[in-house]
């Protein structure tokens, strides 16, 4: 089916509603047509706030993946991580522990880790990727899902609207004597 055609029949159903008061006044390819553009409206609105959802999701795990890497950088040889001096450093520490419910142990508030505290700062901090990464992957499937039932109830409408479409045309071509 081509777009002119679709627009056409859109637009009739437009102006039907909007001259009918009843929905049992409309035709049959009218109120397929209302119904399944509604049914994509909705498919699309949701799959559009589950996007939102994973974008928010990844940017916590990039801002993760950043503190990681700052703490890997500040970390010094005997795997020791002074973060004392570092405002970036703490500011995504603080940010971590808010927003992502990253435990860690301050000592007096001076931001420095011995071995082992940094060894479970990072642990922590990696286990906290994993659980956003696991669903993310779930939410991919979920917007797998809904662009699928989206291409299934736009071939439904086809297969509606087109046997409706060619019967008109056979018939008007019947009435032509063609």
């Known amino acids: 089916m081509s777009p002119e055609p679709t627009q056409e029949v859109l637009s009739e159903a437009i102006n039907e509603v909007e001259t009918t008061d009843a929905p049992s006044n409309l035709s049959i390819e009218s109120l397929a047509l209302l119904i399944t553009t509604e049914r994509l409206d909705q498919l699309e609105k949701k799959t559009m706030e589950e ?97 699928n039932e989206r291409y299934e109830s736009y071939q439904m409408a086809r297969t509606i609207l087109k046997p409706l479409h060619d019967d008109k045309v056979q018939k008007a071509r019947a009435i032509a004597g063609r």
Do not use: C, P, W
């Open 51 to 147: 996007f939102k959802e994973l974008k928010e999701r990844q940017d916590a795990v990039r801002a993760l993946h950043k503190l990681l890497k700052e703490i890997n950088a500040n970390t010094n040889q005997k795997g020791e991580l002074d973060a004392s001096n570092k405002e970036e450093l703490q500011k995504l520490l603080d940010e971590a522990k808010e927003k992502y419910g990253i435990e860690f142990k301050n000592k007096d508030g001076k931001y420095k880790f011995t071995k082992d505290d940094r060894d479970r700062l990072v642990e922590n901090v990696k286990m906290s990727v994993d659980d956003l990464n696991v669903q993310n992957e779930m939410q991919l499937q979920t917007i797998t899902r809904l662009t």
